[in-house]
Nanobody, 122 residues
Framework: VQLQACGGGLVQAGGSLRLSCAASGHSLSRYVMGWFRQAPGKEREFVAAISWSGGSTYQADSVKGRFTISRDNAKNTVYLQMNSLKPEDSAVYYC????????????????WGQGTQVTVSS
């Protein structure tokens, strides 16, 4: 499956962005989908994931209550709605696909999009 993420940009602290990740090659419904982020000089960090049907999600503690992951399997797309953004949310955000639900370890995600930059100014 090929993944294409978009929707990043520059936003002020407290603002919102919605990231999208479109899949091609295979139906997205075959995969657990996740979002990760990586800031310069830091390790890749788990953000959120959603089950195959979208009935279950989990998020990192750092984004709970602010970020929401969702998916539309009919459109082969997964989303990350980011509200109340903070400067520390600045990073390159990646969508990824996995066959395992419940993992926050990036190595259990087999397929990755190219990343989209999110910059939050203070």
């Amino acid at each position: 499956v090929q993944l294409q993420a978009c929707g990043g940009g520059l936003v002020q602290a407290g603002g919102s962005l919605r990231l999208s990740c479109a899949a091609s090659g295979h139906s997205l419904s075959r995969y657990v989908m996740g979002w990760f982020r990586q800031a310069p000089g830091k390790e890749r960090e788990f953000v959120a994931a959603i089950s195959w049907s979208g009935g279950s999600t989990y998020q990192a503690d750092s984004v709970k209550g602010r970020f929401t992951i969702s998916r539309d399997n009919a459109k082969n797309t997964v989303y990350l709605q980011m509200n109340s953004l903070k400067p520390e949310d600045s990073a390159v955000y990646y969508c990824a696909a996995s066959n395992f639900y419940g993992s926050t370890w990036y190595k259990e995600y087999a397929y990755w999009g190219q990343g989209t930059q999110v910059t939050v100014s203070s």
